[in-house]
């Protein structure tokens, strides 16, 4: 698969990520074969987080990798910290970050993490907290390189204050159905819906800062309420991605993730299916560009107005 670089960072990961929040729905078989293939396919980016399936995802996955230094090795690994569910609170104490590292790595059976991500911002975050967390994590070996999750600008600014590692990666809901983040951009001045700051321009932001934006949700229409593709409630979107796929000769779905990566931001989606043929048509994206008339054809499929 077509790789870039994450962020600042010299790491070389693909273009798609293969997040793993439901692999807990799989039985052993069934887990095995999606990491296997997903490594055949050059997919070797899993995205994880300490609170999905309450940890046992990532113990599952470890065990369907069969991890070893040899598995190890080929793989990107990427997790998340940061939400106490048990508590009901977000928590970017050092204590908390350095715990709960320690229990990621012991879940996933590995010495390191590739890319630790802060979950969800914490309302009481000190700074100094996370820097010092980040600078040991750092020196003992077991985090390789940091970034955010869901944080505008301004929290990743008041991050920056402390911590001196580059933020390489800042994960954010988008698809096209949940794209104010692009279309505010088009709505300067405009008295409308659209034109409202909703993330303190995050995408400019992190292209400006070479931080890579990773779209979770990439196929949903709100918080959670459901996928967009062959919904009846998309008419419009899904003739027009349909008539692309035909187009292309791809499936729906590869044009969905199609339309992301043709963002000059750089973007690297995480998928959330545990099919592998629908992990496939994900990946074979990565070898369609969209022309710019057909990806404002699919943003205006949505539903996004321009003025």
Same mark, same amino acid.
């Given at each position: 698969?077509?790789?870039?670089?994450?962020?600042?960072?010299? #790491?070389?990961?693909?273009?798609? *990520?293969?997040?793993?929040?439901?692999?807990?729905?799989?039985?052993?078989?069934?887990?095995?074969?999606?990491?296997? @293939?997903?490594? !055949?396919?050059?997919? /070797?980016?899993?995205?994880? +987080?300490?609170?999905?399936?309450?940890?046992?995802?990532?113990? &599952?996955?470890?065990?369907?990798?069969?991890?070893?230094? %040899? $598995?190890?090795?080929?793989?990107?690994?990427?997790?998340?910290?940061?939400?106490?569910?048990?508590?009901?609170?977000?928590?970017?104490?050092?204590?908390?970050?350095? +715990?709960?590292?320690?229990?990621?790595?012991?879940?996933?059976?590995?010495?390191?993490?590739?890319?630790?991500?802060?979950?969800?911002?914490?309302?009481? $975050?000190?700074?100094? !907290?996370?820097?010092? +967390?980040?600078?040991?994590? !750092?020196?003992?070996?077991?985090?390789?390189?940091?970034?955010?999750? =869901?944080?505008?600008?301004? @929290?990743?600014?008041?991050?920056?204050?402390?911590?001196?590692?580059?933020?390489? *990666?800042?994960? #954010? @809901?988008? %698809?096209?159905? /949940?794209?104010?983040?692009?279309?505010?951009?088009?709505?300067?001045?405009?008295? /409308?819906?659209? *034109?409202?700051?909703?993330?303190?321009?995050?995408?400019?932001?992190?292209?400006?800062?070479?931080?890579?934006?990773?779209?979770? %949700?990439?196929?949903?229409?709100?918080?959670?309420?459901?996928?967009? #593709?062959?919904?009846?409630?998309?008419?419009?979107? =899904?003739?027009?991605?349909?008539?692309?796929?035909? @187009?292309?000769?791809? %499936? /729906?779905?590869?044009?969905? &993730?199609?339309?992301?990566?043709?963002?000059? +931001?750089?973007?690297?989606?995480?998928?959330?299916?545990?099919? $592998?043929?629908? #992990?496939?048509?994900?990946?074979?994206?990565?070898?369609? =560009?969209?022309?710019?008339?057909?990806?404002?054809?699919?943003?205006?499929?949505?539903? =996004?107005?321009?003025?």
């Amino acid at each position: 698969m077509r790789t870039m670089k994450l962020g600042t960072s010299t #790491l070389d990961v693909p273009v798609i *990520a293969v997040g793993c929040m439901r692999i807990n729905e799989l039985d052993r078989a069934g887990a095995e074969r999606f990491v296997q @293939q997903s490594m !055949e396919m050059g997919a /070797n980016f899993f995205d994880h +987080a300490d609170i999905y399936g309450g940890g046992e995802c990532e113990r &599952i996955f470890a065990d369907a990798a069969g991890m070893s230094s %040899s $598995v190890r090795e080929r793989m990107i690994l990427q997790s998340k910290c940061g939400i106490r569910v048990d508590l009901g609170m977000f928590d970017f104490s050092r204590e908390h970050i350095l +715990a709960s590292v320690d229990g990621i790595l012991e879940r996933l059976r590995t010495d390191y993490l590739d890319v630790l991500l802060l979950h969800r911002p914490d309302a009481l $975050v000190e700074p100094d !907290e996370v820097a010092a +967390a980040f600078d040991q994590l !750092e020196r003992e070996g077991k985090v390789r390189h940091f970034g955010v999750s =869901n944080q505008t600008p301004m @929290q990743i600014e008041l991050l920056k204050k402390s911590v001196r590692q580059p933020l390489v *990666a800042n994960q #954010l @809901q988008l %698809s096209v159905t /949940n794209a104010t983040m692009i279309t505010r951009g088009f709505n300067v001045n405009m008295e /409308n819906d659209s *034109a409202v700051d909703r993330d303190g321009g995050v995408l400019d932001y992190c292209r400006l800062h070479d931080i890579t934006v990773q779209p979770w %949700s990439p196929f949903q229409f709100g918080f959670f309420e459901g996928v967009f #593709l062959d919904n009846p409630k998309f008419p419009e979107l =899904n003739a027009v991605i349909d008539q692309l796929a035909g @187009q292309y000769g791809v %499936s /729906n779905t590869t044009i969905a &993730i199609a339309w992301l990566l043709r963002h000059p +931001a750089h973007m690297q989606p995480v998928t959330g299916t545990t099919k $592998v043929e629908r #992990l496939r048509d994900c990946a074979r994206a990565a070898d369609v =560009n969209l022309t710019r008339q057909e990806w404002y054809a699919v943003l205006r499929a949505a539903g =996004n107005t321009l003025p």
